[in-house]
């Protein structure tokens, strides 16, 4: 088809010599780097992201276990019920009690189960209730005070009435 003269031909043989490791470097060599250098960045951030992920399970497992030891010294005989009531006469206002009304529940929000009790104290010095709080708070038994309704009992007597809902959580 074409006839090249010889001039021609080395001129040709010249520029296809340095046109294709041009275009094998610009089309293959290069982007296969560019990849293997993005893809060395995604693996060490992935790895960055699992080491953290790993410390973070440790961390949780260490709460996880110290929240369980928390809640270890509350056998598996324990009543809130009963022990709120000789909480009540160590405080020394069990005789105050109206009612003591026990019940079960179920919290699917966040997944646990436990006991509600609610208590009523009638006419009972402000020290006395401060002294059942405080017992009821540091008692290591996981227990919380979920609400508590405080009314003055009387004009001059200083007493307060009570009405508080004391949770457990069961294990």
Not at 130 to 140: A, C, H, M, R, V
């Amino acid at each position: 088809m074409f006839e090249l003269n010889e001039r021609n031909k080395r001129a040709l043989i010249i520029l296809v010599s340095f046109l294709v490791p041009f275009i094998i470097i610009y089309f293959i060599y290069l982007p296969y780097v560019e990849n293997k250098v993005i893809l060395n960045k995604k693996i060490r951030t992935k790895k960055k992201h699992f080491e953290e992920m790993l410390s973070l399970e440790k961390q949780f497992k260490r709460y996880k276990k110290s929240s369980k030891t928390k809640q270890i010294s509350k056998n598996i005989d324990f009543s809130l019920y009963t022990f709120l009531y000789n909480l009540s006469g160590k405080s020394g206002i069990k005789e105050n009690i109206s009612y003591i009304k026990p019940s079960n529940f179920v919290d699917k929000e966040r997944g646990v189960k436990g006991t509600l009790v609610e208590i009523e104290f009638k006419k009972v010095s402000m020290n006395l209730f401060t002294n059942l709080l405080y017992e009821i708070e540091n008692s290591g038994k996981g227990l919380f005070i979920k609400k508590m309704s405080i009314i003055k009992s009387g004009s001059k007597s200083g007493n307060i009435n009570i009405i508080m809902h004391v949770e457990s959580i069961d294990v």
